[in-house]
């Protein structure tokens, strides 16, 4: 068993033996090339592009996700993981917390941060255009624990509010 002490890694400075960059270089995956076959949640999909089986990622899983119109997903949380949802076109509403209790709006261009074990559910707020997303998680591989949960019928709204970045009814 080998030690990280007896073996320390510089990650600053390229590999000291010759790496073939072609085969270990950059990757491009096209968006008609990713795969489906990866940890699903109802009422979406998902498809992966970069993970550990697609492209050797060690510290990384990103892909997207299409949520259809009018649809929501079952309430789950991604473990220990991170995740960022990038919305590409159309309306999401992340619902979130031990009853679904609180929710925000996202639209193209709006970045979501999930942080680890945190129960949420999206929503695709439109009836009638499906809702695109990117996602990224910080770990190779996609961890979903599908919930049962009892959501309350209204959740409150809530606003991420920062000194740079007012509440929108303190104008």
Not at 109 to 122: L, T
């Amino acid at each position: 068993m080998s030690h990280d002490h007896e073996h320390p890694h510089n990650h600053d400075a390229p590999p000291s033996t010759p790496v073939d960059w072609r085969e270990h270089g950059v990757k491009v995956i096209r968006g008609d090339q990713l795969d489906s076959n990866t940890a699903q949640t109802p009422g979406m999909n998902r498809a992966a592009a970069i993970n550990a089986a697609r492209v050797g990622a060690q510290k990384i899983w990103a892909g997207t996700v299409t949520i259809h119109p009018n649809a929501k997903t079952g309430a789950h949380h991604h473990g220990a993981l991170e995740s960022v949802i990038y919305v590409v076109r159309g309306q999401a509403r992340m619902r979130w917390g031990e009853h679904l209790e609180f929710t925000a709006e996202a639209g193209p261009g709006d970045f979501i941060f999930v942080p680890p074990y945190v129960p949420h559910q999206e929503i695709n707020a439109s009836t009638d255009d499906p809702l695109e997303c990117v996602l990224v998680r910080s770990d190779n591989e996609a961890v979903v624990v599908n919930l049962n949960i009892d959501a309350v019928e209204a959740p409150e709204t809530v606003y991420w509010v920062d000194p740079i970045h007012k509440h929108p009814h303190d104008h």
